[in-house]
C-alpha cells in the first residue's frame, strides 16, 4: 500500500501570513490531486497535477509537482480566514480509487 | 442537479445492528466510491464501483457489503456493526478513470456505534 504523508499535521496562522504544506509519498505518483474538506462537508477538488515539474496556480494558491513525482506542496499567498479547513493530497489508481493522505488542518486567524 | 446525496445525515447503532447507508447520484458517473474517514487517517476506501454490477474492495472491506444494480445508486451495508466502524462515510463519484477523475463527494454520514 502506497503511503501518502502530509506535513504538517496543523498549522494555526494569522490573516495576510504564507504557508507551505507537503505530500509525500515512497513510490511515484501516477497523478496527484490535491482537495480541501471544509467541517461538515465532502472534500473539494482543488487541482490535478500528472506531469513533473508542473506548476498550477489558483488565484493565491500555488501547487507544484516533484520533477521525480513523488512529491508535491501547496503554498497559499497572503491567507485568508476562508482557506480554513483540511487539506488533503490524494494520489491516482485504477479506476476510482484514490489513496489519500492524512491531511493538514489549516486554522488562519484574524 | 442534486450531485451526491447521502443519507442519514447522522446515525446512532448498538453493537450487532446491521444498516444500509444510502448513496445517489443524478451526474450519469459511472465510477463510485465509498470511503471512511477517521481522525488522523485520512480518507480509506472501502468499496467501490466501476458501473452497474461491478463492485470490488478497496484498502478496508471487512465489514461492509456493496451492491451497485443502478448507476444512480450505490448502498453501503453494515452488517454486524461494531463500535471499530464509528467513523464518517462518505459516498463519491466520478466521471472517469485516472489521470482526471474528480471525485464529487456527499456531505457525509456520521454514525456512532455504541
Known amino acids: 500500500t502506497q503511503l501518502l504523508e502530509q506535513s504538517p499535521q496543523f498549522l494555526s496562522i494569522q490573516e495576510g501570513e504564507n504557508l507551505t504544506v507537503y505530500c509525500n509519498s515512497s513510490?511515484?505518483?501516477?497523478?496527484l490531486q490535491w482537495y480541501r474538506q471544509e467541517p461538515g462537508e465532502g472534500p473539494v477538488l482543488l487541482v490535478t497535477?500528472?506531469?513533473?515539474?508542473e506548476v498550477k496556480k489558483l488565484k493565491r494558491l500555488t501547487f507544484q509537482f516533484g520533477d521525480a513525482r513523488k512529491d508535491s506542496s501547496l503554498h497559499i499567498t497572503a491567507a485568508q480566514p476562508g482557506d480554513t479547513g483540511l487539506y488533503l493530497c490524494?494520489?491516482?489508481?485504477?479506476?476510482?480509487?484514490?489513496?489519500f493522505g492524512t491531511g493538514t488542518r489549516l486554522q488562519v486567524t484574524l | 442537479n442534486a450531485g451526491v446525496t447521502q443519507t442519514p445525515k447522522f446515525q446512532v447503532l448498538k453493537t450487532g445492528q446491521s444498516m444500509t447507508l444510502q448513496c445517489a447520484q443524478d451526474?450519469?458517473?459511472?465510477?463510485m466510491s465509498w470511503y471512511r474517514q477517521d481522525p488522523g487517517m485520512g480518507l480509506r476506501l472501502i468499496h467501490y464501483?466501476?458501473?452497474?454490477?461491478?463492485?470490488d474492495q478497496g484498502e478496508v472491506p471487512n465489514g461492509y457489503n456493496v451492491s451497485r444494480s443502478t448507476t444512480e445508486d450505490f448502498p453501503l451495508r453494515l452488517l454486524s456493526a461494531a463500535p471499530s466502524q464509528t467513523s464518517v462515510y462518505f459516498c463519491?463519484?466520478?466521471?472517469?478513470?485516472?489521470?482526471?477523475?474528480?471525485?464529487?463527494f456527499g456531505p457525509g454520514t456520521r454514525l456512532t456505534v455504541l
Open positions: 463519491a463519484s466520478s466521471y472517469s478513470g485516472p489521470p482526471d477523475n474528480e471525485q464529487f
Open positions: 513510490s511515484v505518483f501516477s497523478s
Open positions: 497535477v500528472v506531469t513533473g515539474g
Open positions: 490524494a494520489q491516482g489508481g485504477t479506476a476510482s480509487k484514490l489513496t
Open positions: 451526474m450519469n458517473h459511472e465510477y
Open positions: 464501483s466501476v458501473g452497474a454490477g461491478i463492485t
